[in-house]
């Protein structure tokens, strides 16, 4: 069974930077895509970013140059770089990972394994 752990969460103060990381586990592939996705109470979640195997993005538009999705294969780890925080940024942030390889999913539904969220923070 695939797992996905979450670290990096916290508060910080707009216009502040964190940096978010996901380990996966369980799995011996090295094709799979990973993303970020993030939730806030009353709002559907939505995807942030996801990278693929061969490191080709995908960002949402609300990102708008200030977050970076990275990873490395050697520890199947994602990280999300986030720079120029806003207080609308503030959510819980999700990894997720799909089944399938060789792919760049960009929606929810074609994601199947899913980290326990870690909550960001941004105060004004």
């Known amino acids: 069974q695939v797992q996905l752990v979450e670290s990096g969460g916290g508060l910080v103060q707009a216009g502040g930077s964190l940096r978010l990381s996901c380990a996966a586990s369980?799995?011996?592939?090295?094709?799979?895509?990973m993303g970020w996705f993030r939730q806030t109470p009353g709002k559907e979640r939505e995807i942030v970013a996801s990278?693929?195997?061969?490191?080709?993005?995908y960002y949402a538009t609300f990102v708008q140059g200030r977050f970076t999705i990275s990873r490395d294969n050697a520890k199947d780890t994602v990280y999300l770089q986030m720079n120029s925080l806003k207080p609308d940024d503030t959510a819980v942030y999700y990894c997720a990972t799909p089944d399938r390889e060789w792919t760049l999913p960009t929606i929810g539904t074609m994601f199947k394994y899913w980290g326990q969220g870690t909550q960001v923070t941004v105060s004004s």
């Open positions: 369980g799995r011996t592939g090295r094709g799979y895509a």
């Open positions: 990278i693929s195997w061969n490191d080709s993005t």
